[in-house]
């Protein structure tokens, strides 16, 4: 089920500056009795994004209708929204795209997920590095090569998410999830102002843990940092939140930080 400015479609015209660029961003909701989870949030990010990216004159209202509107009578599914420049402008000039795309597809809801969060989740580290651009950072723009070649290389390894660094060797995020670990009542996460995407979940994470009087410290950690921690988990909006059991030789067997996370996901979700 693929729509394009609001009309049942499934071919985009080659023109299209995330053909041609990947001049766009994206977000992928979670669909829950026939609503999007965390609805203005995905907005927001792709809003956020925008202004990142420059990308002007979207129709948020029709957005909004359309994301509502498809979520209508699915009772679980996964919404991928796509916005793009638009077709315009010569070479890698934006000049005359006036009319952003907006692709909205639906999707089932990976079911492995539901086991992943009973058994938890087996982590392999990946030999693709996440380049830094602070630019570019933490938002999701439709560049996603690395991603792919990391997913590409994780399918070889029998693990379920890869965990990624970055060009200097430090802990950055999965192939598609944010990282937390704990050590005693402390946790952590990695600090994302030069690579990596700073997920939806991962922000209601931090959010309610400081509620709690929890206090996430995002830092620059090489990987064996997680040699000496109590526990790990890993979290998107899909997940939205697994523990993670083991990560090359390092295991773990707790789940206090899962369990706190999960008891406020079933309200949040």
């Not at 492995?112 to 380049?131: E, F, I, K, P």
């Not at 009087?213 to 790990?232: F, K």
């Amino acid at each position: 089920m693929i729509w394009i400015n609001g009309e049942p479609e499934t071919h985009l015209v080659a023109n299209d500056r995330a053909v041609q660029f990947g001049d766009g961003c994206f977000t992928t909701a979670r669909l829950i009795n026939g609503r999007v989870v965390a609805l203005e949030q995905h907005i927001e990010r792709l809003s956020q994004a925008c202004q990142r990216l420059q990308i002007a004159h979207v129709e948020w209202r029709a957005l909004r209708r359309e994301m509502i509107a498809i979520a209508y009578g699915q009772d679980e599914g996964v919404l991928k929204v796509i916005l793009s420049r638009g077709t315009g402008g010569r070479g890698y000039s934006a000049k005359g795209c006036e009319q952003p795309t907006r692709i909205l597809s639906v999707s089932p809801y990976p079911a492995h997920y539901h086991q992943l969060r009973q058994r938890g989740a087996r982590l392999a580290l990946s030999t693709v590095r996440l380049s830094r651009n602070p630019l570019l950072a933490g938002i999701k723009h439709l560049n996603r090569l690395e991603q792919v070649l990391i997913r590409t290389e994780l399918e070889q390894t029998g693990a379920d998410e890869a965990l990624v660094l970055d060009t200097e060797g430090l802990l950055v995020e999965c192939c598609a999830a944010n990282l937390f670990w704990r050590r005693g009542e402390k946790v952590f996460t990695p600090d994302l102002s030069h690579a990596g995407v700073k997920g939806i979940q991962r922000q209601h994470v931090i959010r309610v843990l400081c509620e709690r009087g929890i206090t996430v410290e995002e830092v620059r950690t090489l990987p064996e940092i997680l040699a000496s921690v109590d526990e790990v988990v890993i979290t998107n909006a899909l997940m939205p939140v697994l523990p993670v059991y083991q990560i090359e030789n390092w295991r773990w067997n707790s789940r206090q930080l899962f369990e706190l996370i999960s008891h406020h996901d079933n309200q949040h979700g």
